[in-house]
């Protein structure tokens, strides 16, 4: 009987130990006898700020320990190895006697001792006294490995890496010219490269001019701004180009950098530490000017020669440009007579820009007489950009055959017809009437750009009046309601068939149509007619909610029977809203079925059928709705990731072991009274 009881009691231990959790037991730690802590903050800092370090020395167990030194050694980022101290040695104040169970903390700020580096390693050396404590050196870590062998083992001693961001820029400037006659100008390209480690917002160049602020160079940049719009990523250089002004003496440029870092100091020139500043000299130098013009005329015959009787025009504005960089040195303005001139020049290569006047002037033919360059009676410039050649400057030269010539051409016309296609053949037929209220496009032919918009007339006609000779497209857009457009080019004639469609069936846009001088087309048309077309919409629901809560998320498909297979053909397929609805569009006449895609655990409720069956036209627009259940999932028990239902599985057990426990007691008391 006593076994009995013994393995009733080993039972219950087993079933308890299975469900209470048993605690280790918590070990004592053990201490050094005198251990040092440092840490550093902010706890990341601008390289050009200051760190705040805090020493904390506990004293474990040395009766009256005193460390005669506790020092800051500063270490820079370098290879492996590197031996050498960056900055001073911080002492820090011992001169208390630290008590058994004490702890003093040393506080020294960074201000004007070694400057933050990326990568720095701060190191605490500590030569106790006391006690038998032995003398210690410093040593720092760097990839890892000991820099400073300690002379002896020391009791504790830290080191730590300063979190330090490094904000830099690079500046340069440069001059077109180095050496110019008094009075000239140079032009002036500025980058600003970031060289640091983080972002800068805010960037800026400031340009001084013999020691006096000529321009500030902000966002946006002539070029370079890449990454984030505003902000000079690392790694990114920002270009400008601006101009000198005149130049009377010996000038110097300087360009200093500017910027923001991530916390909000600014990054600027400094004796060359944080941003770089670059200079550029130019010397003016005793040479003889040379002078460059001369004449912009009206090409009456657009032959691009100048021929007697072809007068001058007044007010076009020219641009002296450097014929390297194309930057703009001068500006000038034709006279009364077509004449301009770039006076005291120094001798150089140049370029000359000529701006069209506003309206409809066209550049003539470059070159004409093949003289080139240097011919008197030709154009220089180029029909599309205006730019000359280079014509080089020698000293004391005065070149005055650079000219242009311009004309205004003939105005161009392009029109015609917007149809209702009655009978849907993309041919204009007799009885087919235009349509009103249409809005047509004017598009440039290279890029798609709008240049005119307008709209058809009773009859369904348009208009593009006046229009410059070049290349252009048309695009129709479809009035509101069930339109299509007809089939484009029905009749094999092209854009120039005067009876079929132009538009393209998708995106109403012609193809191209050359107008020359004087053209008058009225060819570019477009059919389209109204479709009889329906739609298929509904919701789904999850059933027995008030109020009905919509389904979103859920796969409806939508089928249309095939006459030519004999089969259904899925049509569509859509994902339901938030709040469960669908809606098929644009459908045409015939049967069709909508079906659901079921998910795991949820149960059809309504339609009883598979799917809905829906023939078009219906006569009504009705809601093809479905309805679905959740069945939620069992309680599992079990291992391997399922949850458990820990008083499930014990409750057995715990009525069985109860039972087993109360049958011992009986059993010794009935025992006990026997005795």
């Known amino acids: 009987m006593k076994k009995r009881v013994l393995y009733t009691i080993m039972a219950l231990a087993l079933v ?73 040695v911080v002492s820090l104040d011992t001169s208390r006697v630290i008590a058994v169970g ?59 890496e300063a979190n330090v961001i490094w904000p830099d820029t690079r500046v340069s400037i440069d001059a077109s010219a180095t050496t110019v006659v008094s ?116 090409d009456l015959n657009r032959n691009g020669i100048q021929d007697p009787n072809e007068p001058g025009i007044e007010g076009v504005t020219v641009r002296l440009l450097d014929c390297d960089t194309s930057a703009v040195l001068a500006t000038n303005t034709t006279d009364g007579f077509g004449l301009y001139l770039f006076a005291d020049l120094t001798p150089g290569d140049y370029k000359v820009q000529f701006v069209l006047p506003e309206g409809d002037w066209v550049f003539s033919l470059q070159n004409a007489d093949a003289q080139g360059i240097g011919g008197e009676l030709n154009s220089d410039a180029d029909p599309v950009t205006g730019i000359t050649e280079c014509v080089t400057l020698g000293e004391g030269e005065d070149k005055r055959f650079v000219d242009a010539g311009m004309y205004q051409p003939a105005p161009a016309t392009l029109g015609d017809f917007v149809w209702d296609d009655l009978n849907r053949n993309g041919i204009q037929d007799a009885g087919e009437p235009g349509i009103e209220g249409v809005t047509v496009r004017l598009l440039d032919c290279d890029t798609n750009a709008v240049l005119a918009t307008n709209t058809t007339d009773a009859d369904g006609l348009y208009l593009f009046a006046d229009l410059t000779p070049g290349d252009y497209k048309v695009q129709f857009v479809l009035p509101e309601g069930d339109w299509v457009f007809s089939l ?21 846009i012609t193809e191209c149509v050359t107008l020359a001088e004087g053209d008058v087309k009225l060819f570019v048309d477009a059919g389209m007619y109204e479709t009889d077309l329906y739609r298929i919409c509904g ?15 859920w796969t409806i498909i939508l089928h249309k029977w095939d006459e030519d297979t004999s089969d259904w053909v899925q049509v569509g397929s859509q994902t339901t809203a938030a709040d ?57 028990v079990g291992w391997d990731g399922h949850s458990v239902n820990k008083v499930a599985v014990l409750a057995p057990w715990i009525v069985l072991m109860a039972g087993m426990i109360g049958s011992a007691v009986l059993f010794v008391r009935r025992r006990q009274a026997q005795n």
């Open 488 to 508: 484009q080019n029905a009749d094999g004639q092209g854009i120039a068939g005067e009876f079929n469609s132009d538009a393209d069936p998708v995106t109403g």
């Open 102 to 160: 004490e702890t003093v903390v040393y506080n020294w700020n960074g201000d004007g001792g070694a400057e933050a580096r990326p990568g720095l390693r701060v190191v605490l050396e500590s030569i106790p006294l006391d006690e038998g404590l032995t003398a210690v050196w410093a040593r720092s870590v760097y990839d890892g490995e000991y820099l400073h062998e300690p002379r002896y083992e020391a009791d504790e001693i830290d080191n730590i």
């Open 183 to 298: 009075g000239a100008s140079v032009s002036l390209t500025v980058t600003e490269e970031n060289t640091g480690d983080v972002d800068l917002t805010d960037p800026y160049v400031e340009i001084w001019k013999n020691g006096t602020l000529l321009s500030t160079l902000a966002a946006p940049p002539d070029s370079g701004d890449a990454g984030d719009p505003g902000v000079l990523n690392v790694g990114e250089t920002w270009s400008w180009t601006i101009n000198s002004g005149p130049i009377t003496s010996t000038t110097t440029f300087v360009a200093l950098g500017f910027g923001t870092d991530p916390l909000n100091n600014e990054v600027s020139y400094d004796e060359g530490y944080l941003g770089e500043r670059d200079e550029e000299t130019v010397t003016v130098t005793e040479v003889e000017p040379a002078d460059l013009g001369d004449f912009v005329w009206d």
């Open 539 to 553: 919701y789904k629901y999850e059933a027995e909610t008030d109020p009905l809560k919509g389904l979103g998320g």
């Open 16 to 88: 308890l130990s299975i469900a209470i959790p048993i605690r280790a037991p918590i070990m004592a730690q053990t201490t050094n006898s005198l251990t040092m802590t440092l840490s550093v903050s902010p706890g990341t800092a601008n390289s050009k700020g200051a760190l705040h370090y805090v020493v904390t020395l506990t004293n474990w167990n040395v009766p009256g320990a005193n460390p005669a030194e506790v020092n800051i050694d500063f270490y820079p980022p370098g290879p492996t190895g590197q031996q050498d101290e960056y900055g001073p």
């Open 580 to 636: 469960g609805s669908y809606c098929f569009t644009g459908l045409e006449q015939g049967e069709y079925r909508v079906m659901e895609t079921l998910k795991f655990r949820w149960d059809k409720v309504y339609p009883v059928d598979p799917d809905y069956q829906v023939t078009l036209p219906n006569g009504e627009e009705a809601s093809y709705d479905f309805y679905n259940t959740y069945t939620p999932p069992d309680i599992t």
